[in-house]
């Protein structure tokens, strides 16, 4: 098991969200799309340096920022 | 509930469930809808259509902007939940996207705890067997307590089950399958705690009545599309090549065919008049309906197959979902200018109309970044603008799709300088407000989704011609035909007519441009009115009755004619598009503004801004332009510059907010 965030995934890997290291609203945004601890999610791809990120979870696709994928924590098997 | 009263439904949901599309089949409206989160900005109402109601009471359908949750993140979500809590609506329905359950039910439970009666709308049914979902709606109508409908909206499907049920339910008192209890909504553990309780009720209800076979991180044709035009590297190049297919389409090969039926139709229209009208008539009647009225719409109209392809092409592209990924494409961009990729989608919607693009940006929760955007939208080139490009691009650029291509390129460019500038005048202390966004899935675009949504905006702009733009024609040409004293102005005088004195001091100003001649301030400033005008005034001041040549398939066939009736070189020609494109919007735009800036001394920094950045954009236009075409700078440099100068200064006179004046000290420092 290794810790890393959600950014330092790659295309393609697997995670468990472990922790979302931001405020309130960022967090309950995060979670109203799905983004919660225990949820797995995968990266799809990262779209030019320091865009968003695009994963899926659930069985949905979300872009999420930058600044926000570094303080999502994944924990990968 | 009596039966005869009109009872009231709203209609919520997760963002990009289909609520709109939904509300457009049942009342037969045609809100604008699109393959994305957050286009419904504000509630819509509508009465629901007499064949699927069985003669029950009337209902009237409210449609709302999409939300994940009752304790909202960007304002919009607050319309819903201000509306389905204190206006008391008989019914909810709340739309469901059945092919993602486990998200969408969250919101649901909210809904269900308000004791307003509820019916879910399973929609997109008929895309769970696709993807081999299996779905117990009965078990989940159980569960839930409170009636479950499949429907597809995009097809007109379970929409007689939908409103029945409606009907079944609207006096009932709604139970809720799971209560949160009283939670402090300060109490940060509090609030999360009582979330984790009801996603693991709603898990509970997912395992009972979901079976999936396809296994979620399974890759799939969707993400191979993704890895491609939202890559890294290609992304953007791929957004500009498809943006100059988009104008090649609609400008040099689809439009023009159109376009020429059109004009034919003029063309009889104007010949069927003036036989009419016969020679008995006297001229000044006949100058203002055939070369006011006839010539100055015709010539408006004459562009509206263009814009309809444009419209149509951007619906599909819309549709089909690669919209949203441009947002993603580009975020990097717009967060390294203080905005975030949430401004894009604003300046997406701009294209077709300003309006209703200055009015998304309220999406944006962030107050700089919201006036920042709503300031900034306007200069994407709008419908209303594109016949002045068509118009500019046939006459003096022989049709090049390059004309129309940088023109938004160039809209882009000068948001993103602009964003520069105001972030540089007000500071950037402002947290960033975080991009996260759902991507919709690709699908194939529907031609009879992009046919309606070309319809409704087609017919925006006929109306517009048919009113506003006729009365400014026949306006300019009464202006035109007339002296100050009421008589008509002599054959080679026409200097000596109101329009000419009014316009002739403004002239002077445009004379640094490259374009100083009184007709041609006259059209920009009816623009100001409607950005179409600019066509019209032009068609109806330089009496050119048609700008297309109906024999050679090509818009404005005699471009060199046009081009030498009006006395410009390329360059200026250039400049003076560039003029009409980037000062300020038309007066509906700015009004939009105001209500999206919430503070005067923002809206006339605006105005002030864009027309700024309008002036200097054509400056440097025509200047270095003449410079580069005939080795020596341009008539009237020198003021230009003084002019330009000065215009700096005022915008950071007005942009320095009063509670900002602190940080701009600082960052002088």
């Known amino acids: 098991m290794k810790k890393m965030t959600l950014h330092q995934l790659n295309a393609d890997q697997a995670g468990?969200?472990?922790?979302?290291?931001?405020?309130?609203?960022?967090?309950?945004?995060?979670?109203?799309?799905?983004?919660?601890?225990?949820k797995e999610i995968v990266?799809?791809?990262?779209?030019?340096?320091?865009?968003?990120?695009?994963?899926?979870?659930?069985?949905?696709?979300?872009?999420?920022?930058?600044?926000?994928?570094?303080?999502?924590?994944?924990?990968?098997? | 509930m009596n039966n005869q009263e009109t009872i009231r439904v709203a209609l919520t949901g997760n963002p990009n469930s289909g609520k709109?599309?939904?509300?457009?089949?049942?009342?037969?409206?045609?809100?604008?809808?699109?393959?994305?989160?957050?286009?419904?900005?504000?509630?819509?109402?509508?009465?629901?259509?007499?064949?699927l109601n069985q003669g029950q009471a009337e209902v009237t359908a409210v449609d709302l902007p999409g939300a994940?949750?009752?304790?909202?993140?960007?304002?919009?979500?607050?319309?819903?939940k201000e509306f389905v809590k204190n206006e008391d609506p008989d019914v909810i329905i709340n739309i469901v996207d059945a092919t993602n359950l486990s998200r969408s039910l969250f919101f649901t439970t909210q809904l269900l705890e308000l004791g307003i009666p509820v019916v879910v709308a399973l929609n997109k049914s008929d895309l769970i067997a696709k993807k081999n979902i299996d779905l117990d709606r009965e078990e989940l109508s159980e569960l839930l307590g409170c009636p479950v409908v499949n429907t597809v909206a995009t097809k007109n499907q379970g929409l007689e089950d939908l409103v029945s049920a409606v009907h079944e339910v609207k006096a009932e008192e709604q139970a809720a399958p799971f209560e949160a209890g009283d939670v402090d909504l300060t109490d940060r553990s509090a609030v999360e705690a009582a979330d984790k309780r009801r996603f693991e009720?709603?898990?509970?209800i997912i395992d009972k009545v979901e079976t999936r076979e396809v296994e979620s991180n399974q890759q799939t044709i969707q993400d191979t599309v993704d890895r491609v035009v939202a890559h890294k590297w290609l992304g953007i190049p791929i957004f500009a090549v498809i943006m100059w297919a988009v104008f090649s389409l609609s400008q040099t090969h689809v439009g023009p065919l159109f376009a020429d039926i059109f004009v034919g139709w003029i063309d009889q229209l104007n010949a069927g008049v003036a036989s009419m009208l016969g020679d008995s008539v006297s001229p000044v009647l006949r100058a203002i309906l055939l070369d006011g009225i006839i010539g100055g719409v015709g010539a408006v109209v004459g562009f509206l197959p263009l814009i309809m392809v444009l419209f149509f092409l951007l619906a599909l592209l819309e549709d089909c979902g690669y919209m949203a990924r441009v947002t993603v494409v580009m975020d990097r961009f717009f967060k390294k200018v203080g905005l975030s990729g949430r401004s894009i989608i604003p300046m997406i919607i701009?294209?077709?109309?300003?309006?209703?693009g200055v009015m998304a940006t309220r999406t944006i929760k962030d107050k700089r970044q919201r006036r920042t955007t709503a300031m900034l939208t306007p200069f994407m080139p709008c419908g209303a603008k594109l016949p002045v490009i068509a118009l500019f691009a046939g006459a003096f650029f022989n049709d090049a799709g390059w004309v129309g291509t940088t023109m938004y390129f160039l809209g882009i460019g000068i948001i993103i300088i602009g964003a520069l500038i105001v972030r540089k005048i007000t500071g950037d202390k402002s947290t960033r407000s975080p991009f996260i966004m759902e991507l919709p899935e690709y699908r194939f675009p529907s031609i009879k989704r992009a046919t309606k949504s070309m319809a409704s905006r087609g017919k925006a702009f006929v109306i517009k011609a048919g009113t506003i733009i006729l009365i400014c024609n026949a306006a300019v040409q009464i202006m035109q035909t007339f002296n100050w004293q009421f008589e008509v102005v002599a054959e080679g005088a026409q200097s000596t007519s109101i329009l000419a004195s009014i316009a002739s001091p403004f002239s002077i100003l445009l004379i640094p441009l490259g374009f100083g001649a009184w007709q041609l301030a006259a059209a920009a400033i009816t623009g100001f009115i409607a950005k179409e005008n600019v066509v019209g005034t032009l068609a109806v001041v330089y009496s050119i009755t048609n700008f297309i040549n109906?024999?050679?398939?090509?818009?404005?066939?005699?471009?060199t004619n046009v081009a030498s009736v009006m006395g410009l070189t390329s360059v200026a020609a250039l400049a003076y598009l560039v003029f009409n494109l980037f000062t300020p919007p038309c007066f509906a735009a700015i009004g939009a503004m105001n209500a999206e800036l919430e503070s005067k001394k923002w809206l006339w920094g605006a105005i002030g801004f864009q027309f700024s950045v309008g002036y200097i954009a054509s400056f440097l236009t025509y200047q270095v332009g003449t410079l580069i075409t005939t080795g020596s700078l341009g008539t009237g440099f020198l003021p230009g510059l003084i002019a330009v100068g000065a215009m700096m200064s005022v915008i950071v006179y007005f942009m320095t907010d009063e509670e900002e004046v602190q940080s701009e000290a600082t960052v002088n420092a």
């Open chain 1, 16 to 38: 468990t969200v472990l922790e979302i290291n931001g405020g309130c609203g960022l967090e309950e945004k995060l979670n109203n799309l799905g983004i919660r601890p225990g």
């Open chain 1, 43 to 77: 990266k799809i791809n990262e779209s030019f340096i320091g865009g968003p990120v695009t994963v899926q979870i659930d069985h949905t696709k979300v872009a999420v920022g930058h600044g926000m994928a570094e303080k999502i924590i994944v924990e990968v098997a």
């Open chain 2, 20 to 51: 709109t599309t939904l509300f457009n089949a049942i009342t037969g409206e045609i809100a604008h809808v699109g393959n994305w989160s957050g286009v419904t900005m504000d509630k819509k109402a509508g009465e629901i259509k007499e064949n």
């Open chain 2, 68 to 80: 994940y949750s009752m304790s909202p993140f960007t304002s919009e979500e607050n319309i819903t």
């Open chain 2, 201 to 204: 009720f709603v898990k509970s």
């Open chain 2, 350 to 356: 701009g294209t077709g109309c300003a309006i209703p």
């Open chain 2, 550 to 559: 109906p024999e050679e398939f090509a818009l404005v066939g005699d471009g």
